[in-house]
């Protein structure tokens, strides 16, 4: 499956800080949990990734 493939699954996403000072992004998905723990470093170029997605869908 690739990132164009669509797909019928549903997930839960959730985005915060942990108490060891990392930003952790979990995904939930059926019986399925992953837990993503990222520096605040990483997590900013993540959240940049994302932006810049959808600044190119939306053209601003």
Avoid: C
């Amino acid at each position: 499956m690739g990132i164009n493939t669509e797909s019928d699954i549903t997930a839960n996403l959730q985005i915060g800080p942990t108490t060891d000072g990392m930003v952790r992004i979990f995904v939930e998905a059926g019986d399925v949990e992953i837990p993503m723990d990222f520096e605040p470093e990483e997590a900013l170029d993540i959240a940049e990734e994302i932006r810049a997605a959808a600044l190119s869908i939306t053209g601003e």
